[in-house]
């Protein structure tokens, strides 16, 4: 069975602050992805990564993937108060089926 | 563009009864699939369709969970009867190719008494 741990479960910085999540797995996946998701709302996709050391980056947001597509991390810088909300990691294989991780709930403090 | 859209948003039942949640998929997607995320738990894959063919139903938790999707177009998943640890979040999700980018549902939030 896959399975993808994600840490931390929750985090609360200031504003301005920099943080990293982390997902980690013994199994290996075809591709990476990271979603966010607001209350009452489904996740919605930030960002895939694919090749194994690929680093995506989006405005504040740097997506890593482990050389050995076993593991991921989500770094922010100088968080926003708007970057609070639910952040998750999801391994994909061939067949579309997705692996998530638990969750990191952020919260950025003005 | 219409995204997911599913139906209804919230449901509360008494243990026992019967369910039937709705899902709506971007038109022109094949992939429909179907994920559950329970109370302190990650969200889980139940089954994906491709048109209306089940092409993965390995995390469908029983014989009580029967989802369909006659025709192709919108898919429907039957919860009967429903126990307490049913309850839940129950997103539908769709895509063009199977493993590319997944629109997801709002989902049903589906509380069992």
């Known amino acids: 069975t896959q399975l993808l741990e994600q840490s931390p479960q929750f985090l609360s910085i200031q504003e301005g602050e920099n943080l990293t999540v982390y997902c980690n797995s013994s199994?290996?996946?075809?591709?990476l992805q990271w979603y966010r998701q607001e209350p009452g709302e489904g996740p919605v996709l930030l960002v895939t990564?694919?090749?194994?050391?690929e680093v995506k980056k989006l405005k504040r947001l740097t997506f890593q993937f482990g050389d050995a597509r076993k593991d991921s991390s989500l770094h922010i810088t100088a968080a926003q108060p708007g970057d609070t909300g639910l952040y998750l990691c999801?391994?994909?294989?061939?067949?579309?089926?997705?692996?998530f991780g638990q969750g990191t709930e952020l919260s950025v403090k003005p | 563009e219409a995204g997911v859209t599913q139906f209804p948003s919230h449901s509360v039942i008494e243990k026992g009864q019967t369910v039937t949640l709705r899902c709506d998929p971007i038109?022109?997607?094949?992939?429909l699939y179907w994920y559950r995320r329970v109370m302190g738990k990650e969200i889980k894959f139940l089954l994906h369709?491709?048109?209306?063919?089940?092409?993965?139903e390995s995390g469908m938790p029983n014989n009580r969970f029967l989802a369909e999707r006659t025709g192709g177009t919108y898919s429907t998943l039957k919860v009967q009867p429903a126990e307490l640890e049913d309850s839940g979040v129950y997103f539908c999700?769709?895509?063009?190719?199977?493993?590319?980018?997944?629109?997801f549902g709002s989902g049903t939030q589906l509380s069992v008494l």
């Open positions: 369709f491709v048109k209306e063919s089940k092409q993965d």
């Open positions: 990564v694919v090749t194994g050391g």
């Open positions: 999801a391994g994909g294989n061939q067949g579309g089926k997705l692996i």
């Open positions: 999700a769709s895509s063009f190719y199977p493993g590319q980018k997944l629109f």
């Open positions: 038109s022109g997607h094949d992939n």
């Open positions: 199994s290996v996946f075809s591709s």
